[in-house]
């Protein structure tokens, strides 16, 4: 490399050299003495002042140089002026103006990446953490905080130990950490609405090229064995609450389908296994089974068409032809329908609604199916001497049609389930007047596939209301 500043003031202090000899010399042999002294001294006054010119300017690039290098440092990257001169400074300032343009590129790069990978970490619905070898969280999300009931900054830091309360999850990363391996496992969270989730740790390990993988004796190895030591994990949390709750449904639906098609069935069998054996020459006995056989029969068809809907329903084939439907129509049809029914269990039926009723948009047969459905429960589960009121009003944009009764009430742990498949309040009186347990589970979803929404207000020993609402043929 050319050392061009050592050259340039090299040449500097041989000129004034240079100039002081010649001086001296020509002093010497014509100038009095006191004159030859005079000269060296400015000459050498003017040669220290184009020294000190020269050092000030070394002096002020390499200030120059020291304050860039504090810029970058504190994160200001802009480039240095360009020099005209051409020495190692110059080099040197070009150099470090690559630097600091590099260095921009890279941080640029790194925080784009970041924010990206903060963006899709904060996005997403499970919850990540990750924790160091010692089990210190490091980051979390807010997803994972919120699972946790946390504070996902304060964490930061802090033992999991501390931060967390399931002592599943701990024992899970653990694992991870100890044995440098995946873990999985299920882990429940919360007692009044519990939510389930799938726990993985991914241990995330690094070679250590100073753990040496001995032989038995002692003996190494290999210079070349190294061992994967974990230097920390991520946590994830996977909601499979919804999984689970479809599980158990599926579950319940397999159990009482089987229940339910094996109480008619057994009956069946039972009685035309007794007219086979003879009874069917008991002439006082034999219609009686047979009635009997067809009545089941009949319950058997009822409960499989009510699938075969609910089935359709639930895939979304159901075919609905939507029109303005006047809904006093409706209730007078079905309120006929069901008067007898009322006179017969000795209940009084009253119907309510103001004139004029707004029509609302909705398929007809599918909405009186509905309301039918609701007034056979009624009436089934309402003592004698009870009252059963069919009423509808206008609200907002919709039409709320009620039907109350004074039977024998809901309690508030059903009340959520009502509307699901199979569920009864009253299982044994529910198969002793016929019903499936798929009424009412049909129904919310004629009603949801409407637009509407359908709920009921009931209390033990006080009878039920209950109300499903239509949007106006108008509302948009």
Partial sequence: MRAKLFWKLSFTYLLLLLAVLAAMDLYATSAPRGHLVIAA?????????????????????????????????????????????????????????????????????LTNERNRSSAILGSMVEGVAVIDAKERVIFCNQAFAEILSID???????????????????????????????AQGDLVIGTISPRSFDVTVAPVAALNSQVAARAPGGESGGSGARQEVPRGAVIVLHDISELRRLERVRQDFVANVS????????AIQGFSETLLSGALEDEKNNRRFLEIIRDHAVRLGRLTDDLLKLARIEA??????????????????????????????????DVEFPPGLPPVRGDASLLREVLQNL?????????????????????????????????????LADKERIFERFYRVDAARSREVGGTGLGLSIAKHIVEAHGGRIWVDSAVGEGSQFHFAIPLASHP
């Fill in 41 to 109: 001294l400015i000459i050498v006054v003017l040669g220290s002042i184009a020294t000190l010119l020269v050092s000030r300017g070394f002096s002020d690039r390499v200030e120059r140089l020291k304050n860039f290098a504090g810029r970058v440092a504190g994160g200001d990257f802009r480039p240095l002026e360009r020099e005209d001169t051409e020495d190692e400074l110059a080099d040197l300032a070009r150099a470090l103006n690559e630097t600091a343009a590099r260095l921009e590129a890279t941080i640029s790069t």
């Fill in 152 to 182: 996902a900054v304060a964490s930061e830091g802090r033992p999991i130990l501390e931060i967390v309360r399931q002592a599943d999850l701990v024992s899970l990363a653990r694992r991870a950490l100890q044995s440098g391996e995946h």
């Fill in 259 to 266: 229940h339910e098609f094996k109480t008619p069935l057994t």
């Fill in 316 to 349: 979304g084939k159901l075919e609905l032809e939507f029109h303005p439907v006047a809904l006093a129509d409706i209730i007078e049809s079905c309120a006929s329908t069901s008067l007898l029914k009322a006179s017969q269990r000795n209940l009084s039926l």
């Fill in 375 to 411: 007034l056979d429960n009624a009436v089934q589960y309402t003592p004698p001497g009870g009252k059963v009121v069919l009423s509808a009003a206008t609200r907002d944009s919709e039409v709320v049609v009620t039907v109350a009764d004074t039977g024998i009430g809901i309690p």
